[in-house]
């Protein structure tokens, strides 16, 4: 076990009917919201209806920023610094998955400063202060609704940059697990890739795998965002099912699952940002190519951290008996076949990449590689990944 | 999954050679610290030197409050409320374990108040403000250090009691897992069987036992417990063993493992207390003489939810071929088997209690029961139960 610091502010608000305390929670910090969100579902749904009548009922008065899209874009969060300068406000709310919540959080840190928020990303700025956020999620995917990380888009540039503070921590985040009830299939697959990629990371790239109570924990949530997702996918309206795989994707990524383990890093995400950045690729699909490509790669190196996953989680079909090497490609194969069962893509063909475009996602990458200071990752190690993708 | 409120604001620092951080977070709370402590072993190990000078090196004075004892008093809690109030103490800091930090509690609570801090705990009173509290853990047991609850007893009127308030979360706890090397084997196994059924409590009493994602993080935190304790007792000074455990006995009852469960009960724990509280057995070994007999008799009305415990925990020897009357009994077995293996006590006859004690204990725990709302628990009941418990 690694030494390290956990402190994970987040009040979170789970359960049916739950939605209407964002006025009460909102109006402890702030009397002027800047409500980010997303395309018009919400407004469908009417769940837009029901978070600004919370907010005014509460005394909150509501500047608008909607329109966020996945993979959300710099410019769009410029935008939202603007509004929430020029009509002083002094919260923000998001109102959305993990691209509503990230830009939330940008704009959050962008509009109490007068330089530009990109500075943030790219470390020629650090963040000081930001205004205070909360949070209604309405989908169970990125673990942003509990943490401190955010990943924007700079569309110029072509870079899909992320990183943490710990001021971007919500105050509050509810979560209502009817609110993904109209989740689609596919989008509700792609958010269980993302809880299991998360997890995924911080179990293999760990400096110190002598740690069962979190390997335990790991390879439990990875289990159940596998089972609970099954479940959803039976049922899209399974409350026990969408509540498993809500406070599943949550935790996967809150702080919690990597206590311990030393410096941990994204490779992964590392390369799957520059599939979303290239292609606009949803980043849950970009994750299920890119993930079996990795283990086959990462096992050359390490197999009995992927045969131990793999003898855990898949239980009776990988056993003791077979070699370490055998475990970790079973491990490889069973977790591609559920990507598969769950039809999240699983190879770069089935998105139309071919071999071609490698050297261009490589190369795009490689800049992301250099900010979370990935050395280990050449532009040789990354294309060979991405020909295990194909 | 059931509606939940999770709000855990304490910061955790763990780690070797962390215990110095006690200075510089302390003063950011206050600059006047009523230390509180338990006997002679902290200055005698130099743990007492270390932490003070942390203290007055960041400009923290210190007025002293040692000889907080195990099953800790409401006399002693009532002097340092005393002492905090004459030196005017703007923080309180607690050097202990559980005993320490929740003495350390109720005298945050005591020192803002006019009445007597019992009133808090027979529910005559409630908290709505406490002295900030930092704490440095000396043992792996309660998970006081990470939670907002609490537990005293009044000499007096021979009662155990505890509750919860949000505004008992210590606001920095520092685990540092080489403290815990002088630990005694005895202490050890104490603190791991408390773990364990701080987990058991919420896994058994669980209002809705459709939360896979809690069961797992439950079920590994059991079967962490036991095996860190293993490794502990194979040698005192391994740190990843130390670590493994401290970790999971904060992680067993921080608010993370009851989230989603609905309301929950402490009923071994509302038993053993009156064995703590009449007969002044430590309180893990209390533990382990009450748990065995109470799943017996919570066998006869939910075998099922003891038998999965054991299908998932003790794995291969018990099996789905059994019935589930067969797999619960063979689950109370192996649990009760493995805290002989660790030398906890596992009958009231190991302590010298016979069958003419029990209606006396009966009669304690009844009060608390009707405290903690128990209402299930009869005197017939309780006194059914310590009989499975000779």
Not at 40 to 45: A, D, E, L, R, W
Not at 54 to 69: D, I, P
Not at 203 to 220: K, S
Not at 322 to 339: G, P, V, Y
Request: hydrophobic share 40%; net charge neutral; proline share 3%.
């Amino acid at each position: 076990m690694q030494n390290f610091v956990y402190h994970n502010p987040t009040k979170i608000i789970f359960g049916r009917n739950t939605i209407s305390a964002i006025g009460s929670e909102t109006i402890l910090w702030g009397r002027h919201a800047l409500l980010v969100y997303g395309k018009t579902s919400s407004k469908k749904s009417g769940l837009y209806d029901q978070v600004t009548r919370a907010l005014t009922e509460a005394g909150v008065s509501v500047t608008e920023h909607g329109g966020v899209r996945s993979n959300p874009t710099l410019d769009h969060v410029r935008s939202g610094i603007r509004k929430a300068k020029d009509h002083g406000c002094d919260v923000i709310v998001a109102l959305g998955g993990g691209s509503v919540i990230d830009s939330a959080k940008a704009i959050s840190a962008g509009a109490v400063v007068n330089h530009d928020v990109w500075k943030f990303f790219i470390g020629k700025k650090s963040i000081k202060d930001t205004l205070p956020l909360t949070t209604v999620l309405t989908i169970a995917a990125t673990g942003s609704e509990m943490n401190s990380g955010m990943v924007i888009t700079n569309e110029k540039t072509r870079e899909k940059f992320g990183f943490g503070n710990k001021r971007l921590f919500p105050k509050v985040s509810i979560l209502d697990p009817q609110i993904t009830f109209t989740v689609p299939a596919d989008y509700t697959a792609y958010g269980a890739v993302d809880a299991i990629s998360h997890v995924l990371e911080f179990y293999m790239t760990t400096q110190d795998p002598a740690t069962p109570v979190q390997d335990r924990l790991m390879e439990g949530l990875i289990e159940n965002s596998m089972d609970a997702c099954n479940r959803c996918l039976q049922d899209l309206k399974d409350y026990a099912a969408r509540a498993d795989l809500m406070w599943t994707a949550t935790l996967a990524l809150n702080g919690l699952t990597a206590s311990g383990l030393g410096r941990v890093g994204f490779p992964m995400h590392m390369i799957e940002h520059s599939l979303s950045a290239l292609y606009d690729i949803a980043h849950g699909a970009g994750l299920s190519i890119i993930i079996p490509g990795w283990l086959v790669w990462f096992s050359s190196q390490n197999p009995e951290r992927v045969a131990q996953l793999g003898r855990r989680v898949f239980g009776r079909s990988i056993v003791d008996t077979q070699s370490t090497q055998q475990q970790a490609r079973e491990t490889h194969i069973a977790l591609k076949k559920w990507f598969d069962s769950v039809h999240s893509p699983t190879s770069l063909s089935d998105v139309g990449i071919s071999a071609t475009d490698l050297p261009a996602i490589a190369e795009n990458a490689l800049k992301l590689a250099k900010v979370w200071r990935l050395s280990a990752y050449t532009r040789e190690s990354i294309e060979e990944i991405l020909r295990l993708c194909l």
